[in-house]
């Protein structure tokens, strides 16, 4: 499994910004599917976004359009960029790794195998 170890939540005004990092302890990005997910209080963790070893992005619809999940490989991190925040957004947000895919990845939380501790985002209206 690989450690992660997501930072960048925080308050934000609605309609603001803030990007979210996760750094790995080992491994390269590029060798399997990275997901963001996130899980407000009292509610389901759900997911958010993914990306494969092909740089392939996919976005939930709740997201799309105003979030981007990118990824530097050398770095071993993996972003994501949150734009337009709503405070529907208001969440602890999760990285997750499913080290048993390349390309297929999947939008729910099992197939993932390595989770992040989380960070929360906090957006007021």
């Known amino acids: 499994q690989v450690q992660l170890v997501e930072s960048g939540g925080g308050s934000v005004q609605a309609g603001g910004a803030l990007r979210l990092s996760c750094a790995a302890s080992?491994?390269?990005?590029?060798?399997?599917?990275m997901g963001w997910f996130r899980q407000a209080a009292g509610k389901q963790r759900e997911w958010v976004s993914l990306i494969n070893i092909l740089g392939s992005t996919t976005y939930a619809d709740s997201v799309k359009g105003r979030f981007t999940i990118s990824k530097d490989n050398a770095k071993n991190t993996l972003y994501l960029q949150m734009n337009v925040l709503k405070p529907e957004d208001t969440a602890m947000y999760y990285c997750?790794?499913?080290?048993?895919?390349?390309?297929?990845?999947?939008?729910?939380?099992?197939?993932?195998?390595?989770w992040g501790q989380g960070t929360q985002v906090t957006v007021s209206s």
């Open positions: 080992a491994y390269s990005y590029n060798n399997y599917c």
């Open positions: 997750a790794a499913d080290t048993q895919r390349l390309t297929n990845c999947g939008t729910m939380p099992e197939p993932y195998n390595s």
